[in-house]
T-cell receptor
Framework: KAGVTQTPRYLIKTRGQQVTLSCSPI?????VSWYQQTPGQGLQFLFEYFSETQRNKGNFPGRFSGRQFSNSRSEMNVSTLELGDSALYLCASIGWAGRQETQYFGPGTRLLVL | DQQVKQNSPSLSVQEGRISILNCDYT??????FLWYKKYPAEGPTFLISISSIKDKNEDGRFTVFLNKSAKHLSLHIVPSQPGDSAVYFC???????????????FGKGTHLIIQP
């Protein structure tokens, strides 16, 4: 099976702009979650989608939003970018490893805000 | 408040010896724990997990031990190989699955270096 794909892999934006990142989960997986990784805060949960509905949300401002389409592909959007939004954004596809659900991560999108 | 802590930012081990990576947690609601391995410029790769109903889970060279009373888990890699050099993340969930009400909570990682 193909893994989780994320596009674009790298992105440079300036403060105040907005950005949209895309994630395609592993075929057959219906849940997708998003994480932000920064050197200071580590990996932090943004939100999770299942069947086009946001199921859970982390502690991030409303500038961070997402959606999921009927084919399970997901997008996340960050509006009014700030310098602190520079990070690696990881998408994870949720499936089964044995009898437990597990999150399988994509390679990430590295966002640099100037 | 950091709910999952990996107190060793880095660990150096000789090839062929045992690598032991440690993780402590504070949230007693966590009932599922995972270890991920991450190379630079790649996403984390799932390694092994353990449910709170068990105290040990083994998969090839990787074994995870869980001590619920101490709120401590460890990952043992035996024998250590050069390809094991990477950053290892401990993660925890409170929903008994791969995600929780707040998604996975991650530690900040331990950089394992395998010396030839």
């Amino acid at each position: 099976k193909a893994g989780v794909t994320q596009t674009p892999r790298y992105l440079i934006k300036t403060r105040g702009q907005q950005v949209t990142l895309s994630c395609s989960p592993i075929s057959g997986h219906r849940s997708v979650s998003w994480y932000q990784q920064t050197p200071g805060q580590g990996l932090q949960f943004l939100f999770e989608y299942f069947s086009e509905t946001q199921r859970n949300k982390g502690n991030f401002p409303g500038r961070f939003s997402g959606r999921q389409f009927s084919n399970s592909r997901s997008e996340m959007n960050v509006s009014t970018l700030e310098l602190g939004d520079s990070a690696l954004y990881l998408c994870a596809s949720i499936g089964w490893a044995g009898r437990q659900e597990t999150q399988y991560f994509g390679p990430g999108t590295r966002l640099l805000v100037l | 408040d950091q709910q999952v802590k990996q107190n060793s930012p880095s660990l150096s081990v000789q090839e062929g010896r045992i690598s032991i990576l440690n993780c402590d947690y504070t949230n007693s609601m966590f009932d599922y724990f995972l270890w991920y391995k991450k190379y630079p410029a790649e996403g984390p790769t799932f390694l092994i997990s353990i449910s709170s109903i068990k105290d040990k889970n083994e998969d090839g060279r990787f074994t995870v031990f869980l001590n619920k009373s101490a709120k401590h888990l460890s990952l043992h890699i035996v024998p250590s190989q050069p390809g094991d050099s990477a950053v290892y993340f401990c993660a925890a969930s409170a929903r008994g699955s791969g995600g929780g009400a707040d998604g996975l909570t991650f530690g900040k990682g331990t950089h394992l270096i395998i010396q030839p």
